[in-house]
């Protein structure tokens, strides 16, 4: 060994000793925009749920509304569930199949589930018999597709890996109609040390695996601690590896973004929706599904057209993110066959178009009513591509708030040149009377430099209500300071004449505010509205005794919204100390009422937040402040009251039907930080 070696190896030993894990989340940006850039190019992908809930195919006793949650909305016992391996015989896959469909489609990388909730393994895992390898088929499923990847070339092969697991028995979480498998005795670090040896043999066993994308994070098992330490743990497998933000703790809802900093993952994940708005800096991926099911399920006819999954594909693109779409095949091996005309019709488009959703970046433009907008770097030219979803009646199509002159325009498919005009930071083009593309023809627009695009000015205030004044200030995003600001407070259109921004607002009746950009002295942007409504606030309650926690009643029942509470028989009653499902927790099919009073410590307007899974309402002083009805997963809604000082009557009415349970409220302040209502400010009557 030579001493330089041996110097380099004794640092090491210092910096990284033995059973020491490195901390990848400390990363410089520009390492991780290296380790992001293949993910970031490819803006499409397919998500695959395949396991055994494919041979039940969503029917469970004559109920035809199941999928891959089967074995819990079915509430199936294990060893009844386990039945499902000698059934599962997919003698009709053909993974060489499944990856050319992925990539005629003109996707880039697939995501299937190496391990959904159910804990069946789709490889052939040296951890459990709960696998392929178990069932008549006996061929490494992950195995053969990372073959057919390497070989068919253009697709990089991702895992979806399930940190919930229904199967194993360290795995201590339990539905409450699992009468037949007790806690006692459970080891939960013997469930993460299986975990993680599976995850090895995932990350250093089938070639170059570019996500792994984790799931099943929300259940109590599971803590921040523990995210941070998977995180850490697969990155050390490979560096290089992208890891989403369901490792850990900090995903808000179905939304899907980390709800604050600290939290592992590299991307966000919205499920089954798009954020409205663009999110610059960050990374996510919104997975949908085709029609109303991940898993396979027979009955299930309510595909989406191709033409709404491309649009989606487009909006998806024009804000910065990539879309993840959901494929759930049948037991024998084969794509249901509305997936594959999908794919297919997916697949022409992209053949033409993709050029304006690979390696694209998020529109420059804030909306645009007539389709989208994507954009791309060409050498010290931007191409910018106008994805048309409305064709104009009049065939002009405009384009607002662009000081830049294009050197060209021409559709995409065929390069025809195309007649437009600039004037005044509005580029007309004139279109042909009929779209040759029915679905979404894109028109490219070449020009020098960075797009310079005047957007209209964001206003901004505490409360849209207020109880006697409110602040209101008015900016322009992106520290634009090009241009000039003017403002109206009695609804009329800004005009040059108007008002000049340049300090805070302060506004003490009723008022609708309009405001411009302005260049030059003249209007470069939209109009931007917010109306401010004056208030009296709620009136406290002239006395209460109170003593410190909140009424319950508990319900039983099986509903997909909250049910008339008032016409029915509490199953028990009792108290809780804070806001949150209590004693309750990991139970299903149930609901509660939740009653008593806040205490307000300073008259004012009082932003609220309700966080559950699945629906709740609440309602303050006996009117609704925020309604989060109906089944969904983790749901944040939002809403806001005005309050005198004092104490208010709170009710919270919440249901839960199957899967994961829980219910958060928050509350803002002006003067503080939003947090979550913390016991010191419940109570209830004393006597009741």
């Given at each position: 060994?030579?001493?330089?070696?041996?110097?380099?190896?004794?640092?090491?030993?210092?910096?990284?000793?033995?059973?020491?894990?490195?901390?990848?989340?400390?990363?410089?940006?520009?390492?991780?925009?290296?380790?992001?850039?293949?993910?970031?190019?490819?803006?499409?992908?397919?998500?695959?749920?395949?396991?055994?809930?494919?041979?039940?195919?969503?029917?469970?006793?004559?109920?035809?509304?199941?999928?891959?949650?089967?074995?819990?909305?079915?509430?199936?016992?294990?060893?009844?569930?386990?039945?499902?391996?000698?059934?599962?015989?997919?003698?009709?896959?053909?993974?060489?199949?499944?990856?050319?469909?992925?990539?005629?489609?003109?996707?880039?990388?697939?995501?299937?589930?190496?391990?959904?909730?159910?804990?069946?393994?789709?490889?052939?895992?040296?951890?459990?018999?709960?696998?392929?390898?178990?069932?008549?088929?006996?061929?490494?499923?992950?195995?053969?597709?990372?073959?057919?990847?390497?070989?068919?070339?253009?697709?990089?092969?991702?895992?979806?890996?399930?940190?919930?697991?229904?199967?194993?028995?360290?795995?201590?979480?339990?539905?409450?109609?699992?009468?037949?498998?007790?806690?006692?005795?459970?080891?939960?670090?013997?469930y993460i040390n299986y975990m993680k040896n599976q995850l090895k043999e995932l990350v250093t066993g089938y070639g170059d695996i570019g996500v792994i994308w984790f799931d099943g994070e929300w259940e109590g098992f599971w803590t921040h601690a523990d995210g941070v330490d998977l995180y850490n743990?697969?990155?050390?497998?490979?560096?290089?590896?992208?890891?989403?933000?369901?490792?850990?703790?900090?995903?808000?809802?179905?939304?899907?973004?980390?709800?604050?900093?600290?939290?592992?993952?590299?991307?966000?994940?919205?499920?089954?929706?798009?954020?409205?708005?663009?999110?610059?800096?960050?990374?996510?991926?919104?997975?949908?599904?085709?029609?109303?099911?991940?898993?396979?399920?027979?009955?299930?006819?309510?595909?989406?057209?191709?033409?709404?999954?491309?649009?989606?594909?487009?909006?998806?693109?024009s804000k910065g993110g990539n879309f993840l779409l959901n494929i759930g095949p049948k037991a024998d091996g084969t794509f249901p066959q509305e997936s594959i005309e999908r794919l297919k019709a997916i697949g022409e488009w992209m053949r033409v178009n993709g050029e304006s959703v690979y390696g694209?970046?998020?529109?420059?433009?804030?909306?645009?009513?007539?389709?989208?907008?994507?954009?791309?770097?060409?050498?010290?030219?931007?191409?910018?591509?106008?994805?048309?979803?409305?064709?104009?009646?009049?065939?002009?199509?405009?384009?607002?708030?662009?000081?830049?002159?294009?050197?060209?325009?021409?559709?995409?498919?065929?390069?025809?040149?195309?007649?437009?005009?600039?004037?005044?930071?509005?580029?007309?083009?004139?279109?042909?009377?009929?779209?040759?593309?029915?679905?979404?023809?894109?028109?490219?627009?070449?020009?020098?430099?960075?797009?310079?695009?005047?957007?209209?000015?964001?206003?901004?205030?505490?409360?849209?209500?207020?109880?006697?004044?409110?602040?209101?200030?008015?900016?322009?995003?992106?520290?634009?300071?090009?241009?000039?600001?003017?403002?109206?407070?009695?609804?009329?259109?800004?005009?040059?004449?108007?008002?000049?921004?340049?300090?805070?607002?302060?506004?003490?009746?009723?008022?609708?505010?309009?405001?411009?950009?302005?260049?030059?002295?003249?209007?470069?942007?939209?109009?931007?509205?917010?109306?401010?409504?004056?208030?009296?606030?709620?009136?406290?309650?002239?006395?209460?005794?109170?003593?410190?926690?909140?009424?319950?009643?508990?319900?039983?029942?099986?509903?997909?919204?909250?049910?008339?509470?008032?016409?029915?028989?509490?199953?028990?009653?009792?108290?809780?100390?804070?806001?949150?499902?209590?004693?309750?927790?990991?139970?299903?099919?149930?609901?509660?009422?939740?009653?008593?009073?806040?205490?307000?410590?300073?008259?004012?307007?009082?932003?609220?937040?309700?966080?559950?899974?699945?629906?709740?309402?609440?309602?303050?002083?006996?009117?609704?402040v925020i309604n989060n009805d109906g089944l969904h997963g983790m749901v944040e809604k939002k809403g806001a009251v005005a309050l005198a000082t004092g104490f208010h009557s709170i009710r919270i009415e919440f249901f839960e039907k199957t899967g994961g349970d829980d219910l958060r409220l928050f509350?803002?302040?002006?003067?503080?930080?939003?947090?979550?209502?913390?016991?010191?400010?419940?109570?209830?009557?004393?006597?009741?």
């Amino acid at each position: 060994m030579t001493r330089r070696l041996y110097f380099i190896l004794l640092q090491c030993l210092l910096f990284f000793p033995a059973g020491a894990q490195q901390d990848y989340m400390n990363e410089t940006k520009t390492r991780k925009d290296q380790r992001m850039q293949w993910w970031r190019e490819a803006r499409f992908g397919m998500f695959i749920h395949w396991g055994l809930y494919a041979v039940p195919a969503g029917e469970w006793k004559g109920n035809t509304n199941h999928a891959e949650w089967i074995r819990t909305t079915a509430q199936i016992p294990l060893k009844e569930y386990d039945k499902f391996l000698p059934q599962f015989n997919p003698v009709n896959f053909d993974a060489e199949e499944w990856v050319q469909m992925a990539k005629d489609a003109g996707m880039k990388y697939i995501t299937i589930t190496s391990k959904h909730h159910d804990g069946f393994c789709l490889w052939d895992s040296k951890e459990t018999d709960f696998d392929i390898m178990s069932t008549p088929f006996q061929r490494d499923i992950l195995k053969e597709l990372a073959d057919a990847c390497r070989k068919i070339g253009g697709i990089k092969l991702c895992f979806y890996h399930s940190i919930m697991d229904w199967h194993h028995p360290d795995y201590n979480e339990r539905r409450t109609w699992e009468k037949d498998r007790p806690v006692e005795g459970t080891d939960r670090k013997t469930y993460i040390n299986y975990m993680k040896n599976q995850l090895k043999e995932l990350v250093t066993g089938y070639g170059d695996i570019g996500v792994i994308w984790f799931d099943g994070e929300w259940e109590g098992f599971w803590t921040h601690a523990d995210g941070v330490d998977l995180y850490n743990y697969v990155r050390s497998l490979k560096p290089g590896i992208i890891i989403n933000n369901r490792v850990d703790k900090g995903r808000g809802g179905m939304a899907g973004m980390t709800t604050a900093g600290g939290f592992a993952g590299d991307f966000g994940t919205p499920e089954q929706e798009i954020p409205n708005t663009g999110l610059p800096g960050v990374d996510w991926e919104s997975c949908m599904t085709m029609n109303n099911n991940w898993g396979y399920n027979k009955a299930d006819k309510n595909f989406k057209p191709a033409k709404e999954l491309i649009h989606k594909l487009v909006d998806i693109a024009s804000k910065g993110g990539n879309f993840l779409l959901n494929i759930g095949p049948k037991a024998d091996g084969t794509f249901p066959q509305e997936s594959i005309e999908r794919l297919k019709a997916i697949g022409e488009w992209m053949r033409v178009n993709g050029e304006s959703v690979y390696g694209t970046s998020a529109s420059p433009f804030e909306h645009i009513q007539w389709g989208r907008v994507t954009q791309k770097k060409s050498g010290n030219k931007t191409l910018l591509y106008l994805h048309v979803f409305d064709w104009p009646a009049d065939n002009m199509l405009q384009l607002s708030g662009m000081a830049n002159i294009p050197q060209s325009v021409y559709f995409l498919s065929g390069k025809e040149k195309m007649i437009f005009t600039a004037k005044e930071n509005t580029i007309s083009i004139q279109l042909p009377p009929v779209a040759k593309d029915t679905i979404s023809p894109v028109i490219v627009m070449e020009i020098q430099g960075s797009p310079l695009v005047y957007k209209a000015p964001v206003i901004a205030a505490w409360s849209e209500e207020f109880i006697t004044t409110t602040d209101v200030t008015v900016s322009l995003p992106d520290g634009e300071k090009r241009v000039d600001i003017r403002y109206t407070t009695d609804g009329a259109e800004p005009v040059i004449t108007s008002a000049l921004y340049s300090r805070k607002i302060i506004i003490n009746k009723n008022t609708v505010l309009k405001a411009r950009s302005f260049h030059h002295n003249k209007p470069v942007s939209a109009v931007t509205e917010k109306k401010f409504r004056k208030v009296k606030p709620s009136a406290a309650v002239a006395a209460v005794k109170g003593q410190p926690g909140l009424q319950v009643s508990y319900y039983e029942g099986k509903w997909d919204s909250l049910p008339a509470f008032s016409s029915m028989t509490e199953a028990e009653s009792g108290f809780i100390e804070t806001i949150n499902p209590g004693k309750y927790k990991n139970r299903e099919k149930y609901g509660l009422i939740i009653k008593g009073y806040i205490k307000i410590e300073k008259s004012d307007v009082y932003n609220f937040y309700l966080s559950s899974d699945d629906g709740s309402i609440l309602y303050i002083d006996g009117k609704q402040v925020i309604n989060n009805d109906g089944l969904h997963g983790m749901v944040e809604k939002k809403g806001a009251v005005a309050l005198a000082t004092g104490f208010h009557s709170i009710r919270i009415e919440f249901f839960e039907k199957t899967g994961g349970d829980d219910l958060r409220l928050f509350i803002e302040s002006r003067d503080g930080k939003k947090r979550e209502v913390p016991a010191a400010l419940l109570f209830h009557q004393a006597g009741t």
